[in-house]
T-cell receptor, first 113, second 115 residues
Framework: LAKTTQPISMDSYEGQEVNITCSHN???????ITWYQQFPSQGPRFIIQ???TKVTNEVASLFIPADRKSSTLSLPRVSLSDTAVYYC??????????????FGTGTQLKVEL | DTEVTQTPKHLVMGMTNKKSLKCEQH?????MYWYKQKAKKPPELMFV???????INESVPSRFSPECPNSSLLNLHLHALQPEDSALYLC??????????????FGSGTRLTVV
């Protein structure tokens, strides 16, 4: 399984764009990159998933360079409610489900006024 | 229904007790998972069920016994736990379309305290 490396923590202010980068140098050909958000005492919440290039949804964008050895989660115009831990996960997807995704240490994002 | 429901939300049990955690989803997901999360640590995978069959056991002690009675329900039976087993236990499910997994849906967890 590909190991991921993220910054332990990041600080930002409301209204700013936040970019969290994840390094996954030994990503495999069939691995996808998935990001989750977790608030204290709650389960992680799926944010975005991608394989290559750029993926965008209503809450975030995911940038993946051609070599796929890293990825960047971009949160536009963050607010106080975006203060949470963000996890980057890399792992294979199997047609029958039951894939084994392992959480890394995550990035604690703190947003201030 | 787009949720994973876990019950109970909080559980306090003695080391000689037997208790069960319950997880339910009605999204038609065919993969279900148990994770354990200690304070300020990432979730750790315990078990994976795929199409109601146990596919992954991450060398979890036998005092934790998973069960998947049907495609919507996942249980975790607890027996003779230790205080260090106190943690947030998270259930998750995922769907598969073709070969793409669209991510896990997690429940809010059961906060377990072993005394």
């Amino acid at each position: 399984l590909a190991k991921t490396t993220q910054p332990i923590s990041m600080d930002s202010y409301e209204g700013q764009e936040v970019n969290i980068t994840c390094s996954h140098n030994n990503i495999a050909t069939n691995d996808y990159i998935t990001w989750y958000q977790q608030f204290p005492s709650q389960g992680p919440r799926f944010i975005i998933q991608g394989y290559k290039t750029k993926v965008t949804n209503e809450v975030a964008s995911l940038f993946i360079p051609a070599d796929r050895k890293s990825s960047t989660l971009s949160l536009p115009r963050v607010s106080l409610s975006d203060t949470a831990v963000y996890y980057c996960l890399v792992g294979p997807v199997q047609a029958g489900g039951g894939n084994k995704l392992t959480f890394g240490t995550g990035t604690q994002l703190k947003v201030e006024l | 229904d787009t949720e994973v429901t876990q019950t109970p939300k909080h559980l306090v049990m003695g080391m000689t007790n037997k208790k069960s955690l319950k997880c339910e989803q009605h999204m038609g997901h065919r993969a279900m998972y148990w994770y354990k999360q200690k304070a300020k640590k990432p979730p750790e995978l315990m078990f994976v069920y795929s199409y109601e069959k146990l596919s992954i056991n991450e060398s979890v002690p036998s005092r934790f016994s998973p069960e998947c009675p049907n495609s919507s329900l996942l249980n975790l039976h607890l027996h003779a736990l230790q205080p260090e087993d106190s943690a947030l236990y998270l259930c998750a499910s995922s769907q598969v379309q073709g070969t793409v997994n669209y991510g896990y849906t997690f429940g809010s967890g059961t906060r377990l305290t072993v005394v």
